[in-house]
């Protein structure tokens, strides 16, 4: 069972645009949630997180919402460049569940045209 | 640079081999995980070390197994390798001992293909 979803496989944007990466969970212990960036052959670097006692977090051109009552997070990229191609993971965890992990979803490949 | 490193990065191998991977975490962090990328799947949590001790155990297989070295150097080892066990192995480490702290470093991967 996925614990974390991400329903969009790819995304498509010009630059300037806003990009918007969703991704749902299921598991009502997670209380922390994370967006990491994969370049091709790089690993995945950390991007932004949020933890459940707030709704919004931002840094810079990224910004991430979580809605705790739909079990939804997304990630905003406002303006999008074309450096911002890559695969997005969404990823959460439960800080109170020892013995525990980060989980992630599957991923949205997020393609900025310029 | 994450500061983890894993070799190879590269390996084949035929079905039923035995191969090991290895990974050096970031200096100073104690915590090792290994997560698991297949063709159109996320990335899959295997197992985490923490200063040498098994802390939280993924979807693993039986055939899989790792260690955590005293100098905090972690293996994976992959044993009796099926076709489906093709796939970007990544390492990543951090000073934590839970995944609650949030940011995880990630290695490059090693890519293993077995045919």
């Known amino acids: 069972d996925q614990q974390v979803k991400q329903n969009s496989p790819s995304l498509s944007v010009q630059e300037g645009r806003i990009s918007i990466l969703n991704c749902d969970y299921t598991n009502s212990m997670f209380d922390y949630f994370l967006w990491y960036k994969k370049y091709p052959a790089e690993g995945p670097t950390f991007l932004i997180s949020?933890?459940?006692?707030?709704d919004k977090n931002e840094d810079g051109r990224f910004t991430v919402f979580l809605n705790k009552s739909a079990k939804h997070l997304s990630l905003h990229i406002v303006p999008s460049q074309p450096g911002d191609s890559a695969v997005y993971f969404c990823a959460a965890s439960a800080s109170n569940q020892a013995g525990t992990a980060l989980i992630f979803g599957k991923g949205t490949t997020l393609s900025v045209s310029s | 640079d994450s500061g983890v490193t894993q070799t190879p990065k590269h390996l084949i191998t035929a079905t039923g081999q035995r191969v090991t991977l290895r990974c050096s975490p970031r200096?100073?962090?104690?915590?090792v995980y290994w997560y698991q990328q297949s063709l159109d799947q996320g990335l899959q949590f295997l197992i985490q070390y923490y200063n040498g001790e098994e802390r939280a155990k993924g979807n693993i297989l039986e055939r899989f197994s790792a260690q955590q070295f005293p100098d905090l150097h972690s293996e994976l080892n992959l044993s009796s390798l099926e076709l489906g066990d093709s796939a970007l192995y990544f390492c990543?480490?951090?000073?934590?001992?839970?995944?609650?702290?949030?940011?995880?470093?990630f290695g490059e991967g090693s890519r293993l293909t077995v045919l």
């Open positions: 990543a480490s951090s000073v934590a001992v839970g995944a609650y702290t949030g940011e995880l470093f």
């Open positions: 949020i933890s459940s006692i707030k």
């Open positions: 200096s100073g962090d104690l915590s």
